[in-house]
């Protein structure tokens, strides 16, 4: 079984720039996650969709991030503009039911100069 | 969320029992994971205990819960140099399911 996948795995931007992150999850997971890691910490969510919608988006920075889910498989996230302390390692997870357990992907690592 | 907290740093021989601990806050988790982070690489599963049970055993792998302290450690048996990388505890949160985690423990096995 394949697992989730992202691209990129780096990104190296300047603030103010923008930039946008594709997770395909496992095939049949309804659930998708994106988590922010910033180095030194655990991953914290951003945004959790169930098939094509949002279940919880109360710790994305609205103002600069987006994120959709459009067909109900792979996902987007977008920063526009950057900031500095975006600077964070972006973790797609997937699971079957929001019950279930979380896969991850290897992450997609940017720096925000 | 509220901090699930672990210890920094752990250092142990190669061939001993390694302990990492965590404490969560969501007394009514369903489930509580550990997971484990290799330099470079996302996060792999390595268990995960139901929360009505005290213990889950899986080959070198322990895991024991306390609910009423709402405290959770990973054991390690005949720990390797290949373990050595940074261990997360995540519990999953009420609405959503969605994981809150620790700030990991970085686990060092020395020959």
């Known amino acids: 079984e394949a697992g989730v996948a992202q691209s990129p795995r780096y990104k190296i931007i300047e603030k103010r720039q923008s930039v946008a992150f594709w997770c395909n999850p496992i095939?049949?997971?309804?659930?998708l996650y994106w988590y922010q890691q910033i180095l030194g910490q655990g991953p914290k969510l951003l945004i959790q969709?169930?098939?094509?919608?949002?279940?919880?988006d109360s710790q994305l920075p609205k103002d600069r991030f987006s994120a959709e889910r459009l067909k109900g498989v792979d996902s987007t996230l977008k920063i526009q503009p950057a900031k500095l302390e975006d600077s964070a390692v972006y973790l797609c997870?997937?699971?079957?039911?929001?019950?279930?357990?979380?896969?991850f992907g290897p992450g997609t690592r940017l720096l925000v100069l | 969320g509220e901090d699930v907290e672990q210890s920094l740093f752990l250092s142990v021989r190669e061939g001993d029992s390694s302990v990492i601990n965590c404490t969560y806050t969501?007394?009514?988790?369903?489930?509580l994971y550990w997971y484990k982070q290799e330099p470079g690489a996302g996060l792999q599963l390595l268990t995960y205990?139901?929360?009505?049970?005290d213990m889950k055993q899986d080959q070198r792998l322990t895991v024991l819960l306390n609910k009423k302290d709402k405290h959770l450690s990973l054991r390690i048996a005949d720990t390797q140099t290949g373990d050595s990388a940074i261990y997360f505890c995540?519990?999953?949160?009420?609405?959503?399911?969605?994981?809150?985690f620790g700030k990991g423990t970085s686990l060092l096995v020395t020959p």
């Open positions: 095939s049949g997971h309804a659930t």
């Open positions: 969709f169930q098939n094509n919608g949002v279940v919880d």
């Open positions: 997870a997937s699971s079957q039911t929001p019950q279930e357990t979380q896969y």
């Open positions: 205990i139901f929360s009505n049970m």
């Open positions: 969501d007394s009514s988790s369903t489930y």
């Open positions: 995540a519990e999953s949160m009420d609405s959503g399911y969605a994981l809150n």
